[in-house]
């Protein structure tokens, strides 16, 4: 059967994914369309600004895809078409279920970061580790994203604007998006950004079909099923591929660029649409590319080379960009996926600074007060960005699904706190639990384990995890914070 069935397939099942279980995920939560918001209750005219639904849809649809739906999907997509399956089922039951509750969770904790979030539900020691965790993370990624987009825009720009002239310019434009209040850079640019994005996934999707690569079935290896593991490298799909594929399955990154838009929702009602339904969108983008990945090319092993021997999957995006779309619409295409890390490291920043701000309670209405957090951060982020790229992507991937699973027992806690079915949450988080104790006991930027071992600590880790939350059930219904109502913050008002 041809690829592009495959993807018609997956594609449909992320769209029924939206209709039905984000309507799950609502009842989960309790939404409450009479609740009002932080931009109404702590407008500052700098982060908590109100914005339209289908604004706040946009911007964090580009905040959470950075380079995550593309070059992880084309590094999944060796792996075979179970690359779709993750995709699919990640996006559904894992990553849309933790995109809606750290989203709407942070609405109904005045709109704080996700350290304070998970400290609500899960005690003040998870507190304190993700405030460290978080930061460390979210200025990884404001590094991860300058180097990714400053070299496709090197490929495309004369010998004198070269990797280190691109760099510099996106660390300025980083700095301007984190210190400015949102609705001067962020809130104007983004819509405009998206539309670029949307073109050319679109465009890619088009050129497959059109050009005949969508047609094209994938080969198995000799003694091979549909579904196994088909790396040309012999690299074992448990856990990896579900570290590879991150931003378009489940990604922890996301985690903290939603509570950016919980500052400016102007109702509960518009979460399901913002913070579920960009997880699907970025799931249909993160299909596009693991498609392209298996049509563009004859078989993995292809693939694979490809990639080079960095596997640099943006000499991927590069070739095939041009091939489909010729050198005008493949040059618009290229810088669609430059979008996508930018307007993700940006907001990387920006997050990471809100997050400081706090647990020091500083102040960010005056500019003043940004730039004492601002400034250091991007010290250590340029000194990061000299470090080499493929050891950061390494222990960024790890991290970032380790902060994932750490929301999802967040929002497992906040179910249980209100009587809700857990399960739909408790079980992902289980599930995830192994994956990042097995990488991180394997891998050789852990501990560099046996890989047997390395599953068994995996899936033991997990079960003892799943047992301990069970087991504090009763803690959880004690002294979990649906909100934050006895401060008196938050006030009922009727949605126009």
Known sequence: MPSFVYFLLAAGALSAGYILYSRVAEKLFGVDYCRATP????????????????????????????VGPVFGPILGALYGPSALLWIVLGAIFAGGMHDYFSGMMSIRYDGKSIPDVVGYTLGNGFKQFMRAFSIILLVLVGVVFVAAPAG???????????????????????????????????????????????????????????????????????????????????????????????????????????????????????????????????????????????TFYESAPALLEALGPKTNAAMVVNEVCMTLLGPVGGVLAILGVVVLPI?????????????????????????????????????IGGILSQVDFNIIWRYFGWSNQTLATIVLWSAAAYVVRRGGMHWLISLPATFMTAVVIAY???????????????????????????????????WFRANVPLELESAGRIKRFTSP
């Open 343 to 379: 307007t993700s490291g940006d907001t990387a920043f920006r997050a990471a600074r809100l997050v400081i701000a706090d647990f020091t309670r500083i102040n960010q209405s005056k500019p003043v007060s940004r730039l004492m957090i601002a400034v250091p951060l991007f010290v």
């Open 152 to 294: 496709l825009l090197a490929q495309l720009t004369p010998d004198w604007m070269d990797l280190t002239f691109w760099v510099i310019i996106i660390f300025i434009y980083y700095f301007l998006a984190t210190v400015l209040p949102i609705d001067v850079i962020i809130a104007r640019l983004y819509p405009i950004f998206a539309v670029v994005l949307i073109v050319m996934a679109v465009g890619v999707a088009g050129g497959l079909i059109v050009k005949g690569y969508a047609f094209y079935e994938w080969p198995l290896p000799e003694g091979a099923s549909f579904w196994s593991n088909q790396h040309p490298q012999g690299l074992p799909m448990w856990p990896l591929m579900f570290i590879t594929i991150a931003c378009g399955a489940l990604s922890g990154f996301h985690a903290t660029q939603s509570p950016l838009m919980s500052r400016c929702a102007p109702d509960e009602k518009c979460g399901r649409g913002v913070f579920y339904g960009a997880m699907i969108a970025e799931g249909l983008i993160a299909l596009i590319w693991a498609t392209a990945g298996m």
């Open 39 to 66: 931009a109404h209750t702590m407008a500052d005219g700098v982060d908590y600004i109100k914005l339209p639904p289908a604004k706040l849809f946009l911007i964090q649809l580009l905040n959470i895809a950075g």
């Open 440 to 474: 991180i006991c394997n891998a050789k930027i852990g501990l560099n384990l046996d890989y047997t071992l390395s599953v068994y600590m995996g899936c033991g880790t997990a079960v003892v995890a799943l047992g301990l939350f069970l087991v504090m059930r009763n």
